[in-house]
């Protein structure tokens, strides 16, 4: 089992890309979206999780929230409940955490994901390289990191498919996060 996660969509150019290259494969992913984001799109929001995915929170407008005071940190965090439809996850942006903001997460009820493998897909390494960092990076329960917005991601949607392809032939399944 490997966890594909998607940040900072929805992205109308992107996700529906995405979400089509998953169910060709029938697999699942969990989304980390954007407020401001989902704000703009509210029918991608229903699509993804009408599609069987997770949705996770990952703040209204993607600061770094250790810069933050804790009341800011909170209300990024309710904000985007606000356009995502609610989740029992958060992934802070950049993955900037100190103790105030974990200590914040949990006062929202929200369980903290970070990630495993890190394709650094948002730098557009290339598509083969970006699918390299998953195959190579696979084992078992571990959360990849992805983008399905935030800039242009035709890479990540090609390596998606040969990640799929070649990780699926080999046994793997894929699935949205649990209790997201
Ligand atoms: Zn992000």
């Known amino acids: 089992m ?6 900072d969509g929805p992205d109308p150019r992107w996700t529906p890309s995405v979400l089509a290259v998953l169910a060709k494969h029938k697999a ?3 989304f980390f979206e954007v407020g401001v984001a989902a704000r ?5 929001v229903a699509s993804v999780r009408k599609a069987g995915h997770g949705v996770g929170n990952h703040s209204m407008t993607h600061p770094s929230l250790t810069k933050l005071s804790a009341a800011g940190v909170a209300s ?3 904000q985007a409940d606000k356009f995502i439809g609610g989740s029992a996850c958060m992934r802070p942006p950049y993955g900037a955490v100190n103790k105030s903001v974990r200590n914040q997460i949990a006062a929202e009820g929200k369980r903290m994901v970070l990630w495993d493998v890190d394709t650094n897909d948002w730098q557009l390494p290339g598509a083969d390289v970006i699918a390299s960092r998953v195959i190579e990076g696979a084992k078992p329960g571990a959360i990849v ?3 399905d917005g935030g800039g242009k991601r035709s890479q990540t949607i090609a390596a998606l498919d040969t990640v799929l392809t070649r990780l699926g032939t080999a046994g793997w399944r894929f699935e949205r996060l649990p209790n997201c």
Do not use: K, N, V
């Open 145 to 147: 990191l992805m983008h």
């Open 40 to 44: 703009r799109s509210p029918d991608l």
């Open 76 to 78: 990024e965090i309710s």
């Open 2 to 7: 490997l966890y594909l996660t998607f940040d």
């Open 28 to 30: 699942h992913a969990t």
